[in-house]
């Protein structure tokens, strides 16, 4: 029996049936009332909640977006009462749509086409398949994986080979890795990892570290028979062939056991491809495995002549969902056929954990078509070749990965009807472009005032930005922003990575993306070579210093501080200096968004200045913020004086209430304050209506402080509709005026002491704010 079972096992009906049987079956009709295909009533209830799920939005209200709880329920604990299958879904999307507090709300899921719809109702008829009665089970797997492993065979050259079906990549590799040792020890199944003297496993720096070291600890394995192999110098990152002969025979001499080998096929963040000829030839020479993965494996669907890639490698992996956009399918191992009964021991149920997995492939082949998959794929590697031809003539970008086609410019659409060569057309299909901002300016001394540190990190940010830009202008071009071991920030463009909703950017968008990119690097070398001026600048300024700031990508930082306030740089003075700086650039945003707050290594704040272009002048640029600065401080010095006033002013205030107060209580005498007494006092002799003692208000504009009763008298009337004031005079002068500054009262009024017409004391604090 083979590993899935699909050449050795015939397709058989469960049980022969009788002629008899037979013969009832073509003569005895079921109305057609009664047929009900479970299958069709899955497909819709599916479709049907796929299609509310697409038309979810995200809502940033929290009042819409909470769940009502049942009363009862314990938080953390399944509810007791039962809850209707609606409700559960209606709690699912009600999960779905919730979205943070303060974003605009959008839709959560991405629309899917026919054949995404179909690959998803696939994984719903798995589940329902699994139910079959065993016979039948076996039937209907082996029919689809049979049909899956010949079409997949076919269409990536891969004869007489054999599938399996996994979650990701890592899992390909474990698998691989498990296929190694069958193939190598033929008593692994009695003996179990004993029988393996001391393996060895070869992978790049570049390739599959990870996914080797997953599988070494779930086979028990030890972490130092992994051997990393050098690349290659000048050769863009591949595997050196030399190094790795050396360090198989080195190995063998130490009686240790050559296993497996990693090949990279564009499978690296910048693509590089290994020569996959020379690294057979070793591996078969050592009878080792050799397993390629990568995007460039891909370009082997394009082809249309005869040949095949059984004789270049033991297995590969093909990652159809990216490749295609079409959600949730399984990464494909194809690897050539072991016939070996120890394969079973890695199965837990051979027909139901890898065959049926095959489904959603079966579906969704049949959904695209062999021409339509080629189409697909053609169009990401032309899209490559395009990117890069724009990239390499944009004056400032530094690019990463191969050039398509090698020196020959040989694209992969030239090789669709020519004869297969694996070799040469893994040479030429380039999977992906890497490139970054790296712009030399012709006087690199000036340029280089900051350390090489901040330097870096300085075009770092600079490449990050550029990456957010373009992302934000260009949302068709799906760009990553990466963090490359050797030269930084870069950023990254891979078609065939590409999720639920997703497809690749036509010529036309692309054009639109070549204007995007020429803009946005215009920015970033004009930026970069005013940035000399800016700082050759402030430097030279008595109120602006400057602020390194090598995570900011823009023209750079500059604080603001008056003449003499370095000298005296308290706690109560970097206050009011970071409150200068503040208001200083809420003043600058009014006219130009390129200012933003920042901070300085000190703790203290400063004024970020952004990208310029070509045309900026950055010496009236810096005179704007001189001026808006030194506007600032004298407008802060104004309110200074102004809250002096005001406190002066409240002074002022309690301490003429306080004396009106004191005159009042000797002019109507003592005994009408003494309890008791008091208010036989005060029947006796009834106390005026009117009381002695008059609200306050603060005139700024005269600095004096002033008696309530034209507010009262006349404001008050007019607001009320009364009759405006005869002859149109103004409102008579206040009885009393105090100057803030002297701080006595000065009595307008010819009577004698009781003014009428005032209100209580305590008024004084329900009155508008002092004005």
């Known amino acids: ?84 299958t609606g409700e559960i879904v209606s709690q699912l999307e009600t999960l779905i749509c919730t979205a943070e507090s303060g974003t605009e709300p959008e839709y959560s899921l991405p629309p899917l086409n026919e054949v995404s719809q179909l690959a998803l109702i696939s994984h719903s008829f798995v589940a329902y398949l699994s139910h079959l009665r065993r016979s039948q089970l076996l039937r209907v797997t082996t029919k689809i994986a049979s049909d899956t492993n010949r079409w997949l065979s076919h269409i990536f050259r891969f004869s007489d080979s054999s599938t399996s079906y996994h979650n990701d990549s890592t899992e390909c590799v474990l698998r691989a890795l498990r296929l190694a040792i069958v193939s190598r020890c033929p008593g692994y199944l009695e003996a179990g990892i004993q029988a393996l003297a001391n393996p060895c496993m070869y992978v790049t720096e570049n390739s599959a570290l990870l996914a080797l070291q997953y599988a070494c600890r779930q086979l028990g394995l030890p972490a130092d028979c992994i051997r990393i192999v050098p690349s290659c110098i000048g050769s863009m990152g591949t595997m050196d062939v ?63 002549g005869s040949g095949d890639v059984r004789d270049l490698c033991d297995s590969v992996s093909l990652t159809l969902g990216s490749w295609l956009a079409v959600p949730s399918l399984p990464v494909v191992l194809l690897h050539r056929q072991i016939q070996n009964v120890a394969l079973s021991v890695f199965e837990s149920d051979p027909i139901v954990s890898r065959r049926l ?128 071991a050797v030269y930084g920030t870069a950023i990254r463009f891979c078609p065939f990575e590409m999720s639920l909703g997703e497809a690749v950017p036509t010529i036309e968008y692309l054009e639109h993306f070549a204007a995007c990119l020429d803009l946005q690097v215009g920015i970033l070398k004009a930026t970069e070579r005013h940035k000399v001026t800016f700082q050759d600048i402030v430097q030279r300024s008595e109120v602006l210093r400057l602020i390194p700031l090598p995570d900011w990508a823009g023209l750079g930082g500059v604080r603001f501080v008056p003449d003499g306030w370095e000298t005296l740089l308290t706690d109560q003075a970097k206050t009011e200096l970071n409150k200068l700086n503040t208001d200083l650039v809420e003043a600058l945003r009014s006219t130009d968004s390129a200012f933003t707050l920042g ?47 005001v406190k002066k002013g409240i002074e ?11 005159e009042k209580l000797w002019q109507e005498g003592i005994l009408r304050h003494v309890p008791l007494v008091g208010s036989v006092y005060n029947w006796w002799s009834p106390p005026p209506k009117e009381t002695g003692i008059r609200g306050r208000s603060l005139n700024l504009t005269q600095g004096v402080v002033e008696s309530t009763e034209n507010i009262y008298k006349y404001h008050m009337q007019m607001g009320m509709g009364s009759a405006p004031i005869p002859g149109n005079r103004s ?41």
């Open 1 to 84: 029996m083979t590993e899935q079972g699909v050449t050795s096992v015939p397709e058989q009906l469960p049980a022969e049936k009788s002629e008899s049987q037979e013969t009832e079956q073509h003569v005895v009709e079921i109305p057609a009332s009664t047929v009900r295909s479970g299958l069709v009533e899955l497909e819709n209830r599916a479709s049907q909640l796929i299609q509310s799920m697409e038309n979810l939005k995200t809502s940033p209200d929290p009042a819409t977006t909470s769940t009502p709880q049942t009363p009862l329920a314990v938080a953390g604990f399944l509810p007791p009462e039962r809850k209707d």
């Open 242 to 304: 030399a190094i790795l002969q050396k360090l198989i025979a080195t190995d063998v001499a130490n009686k240790r056991m050559p296993l497996f080998v990693i090949a990279n096929v564009g499978a690296s963040i910048c693509g590089f491809v290994d020569n996959i000829p020379r690294l057979y030839e070793v591996c078969r020479t050592a009878s080792v495995w050799l397993h390629c993965r990568g995007h460039s494996l891909a370009a082997v669907a394009t082809a249309q």
């Open 357 to 484: 997995n095959s489904l959603t492939l079966w579906t969704t082949l049949q959904a695209l078509g062999r021409d339509l998959i080629a189409e697909r794929i053609l169009m990401a590697f032309e899209s490559v070749r395009v990117v890069y031809e724009i990239v390499s003539k944009c004056d400032g970008i530094r690019i990463l990965s191969k050039k398509p086609g090698g020196e020959s410019g040989i694209s992969v659409v030239d090789l669709v009807h020519e004869p297969f060569n694996a070799s040469l057309l893994f040479e030429i299909a380039v999977s992906v472009v890497v490139f970054q901002f790296h712009q030399r300016s012709e006087n690199q001394e000036e340029v280089a005032i900051e350390p090489p540190i901040e330097r870096s990190r300085y075009l770092d940010r600079m490449n990050e930005w550029l990456g957010e830009i373009i992302q934000r202008d260009c949302p068709g071009v799906d760009l990553e922003i990466i963090d490359h």
């Open 599 to 645: 901070e300085g290594d000190d703790g203290l704040i400063c004024v970020k200045l952004g990208m310029v272009t070509e045309e900026t002048d950055v010496e009236e640029l810096l005179e704007v913020v001189i001026s808006v600065g030194r506007s600032v401080q004298e407008n802060s010095r104004v309110l200074d004086s102004m809250s002096e006033i």
């Open 652 to 662: 002022t205030v309690t301490a003429d209430l306080q004396r009106e107060s004191d």
């Open 731 to 771: 409102p008579p002068t206040p009885l009393v005026q105090t100057s803030v500054s002297a701080g006595h009262s000065r009595n307008v009024s010819q009577s004698s002491g009781t003014s009428t017409n005032a209100p209580e004391a305590q008024q004084l604090q329900q009155q508008q704010p002092l004005h």
